[in-house]
């Protein structure tokens, strides 16, 4: 069964940083995409960055080069670097990984920004 478990979120003053981390367990091969979405309080959840494992990438139009995706196909991790965050950027964050026919979910990490 996959699981997906992420970890880095907190609290950050604007302008700061944070590093998101995601590790996925229960597969053996690597997912053929993985990334990260996020869902604000009243909004839906939203694309913020994905990667395949071939290290092609797709950034929603907001990050406008603050964030940096990575991933590790060995270890099936992903990682989101999130630079010069803002109020707005608030939301809890949310790991995704894809393998046809499933796509999966982590439970969610908090990110707050505050002014």
């Known amino acids: 069964q996959v699981q997906l478990v992420e970890s880095g979120g907190g609290l950050v003053q604007s302008g700061g940083s944070l590093r998101l981390s995601c590790a996925a367990s229960?597969?053996?091969?690597?997912?053929?995409?993985m990334g990260w979405y996020r869902q604000a309080p009243g909004k839906q959840r939203e694309l913020v960055a994905r990667?395949?494992?071939?290290?092609?990438?797709v950034y929603a139009d907001f990050v406008a080069g603050r964030f940096t995706i990575s991933r590790d196909n060995a270890k099936n991790t992903v990682s989101l670097q999130m630079n010069s965050l803002i109020p707005e950027d608030t939301a809890v964050y949310y790991c995704?990984?894809?393998?046809?026919?499933?796509?999966?979910w982590g439970q969610g990490t908090q990110v707050t920004v505050s002014s």
């Open positions: 995704n990984a894809y393998a046809w026919p499933s796509t999966y």
């Open positions: 229960g597969r053996s091969f690597s997912f053929p995409e």
């Open positions: 990667m395949s494992s071939s290290g092609s990438t």
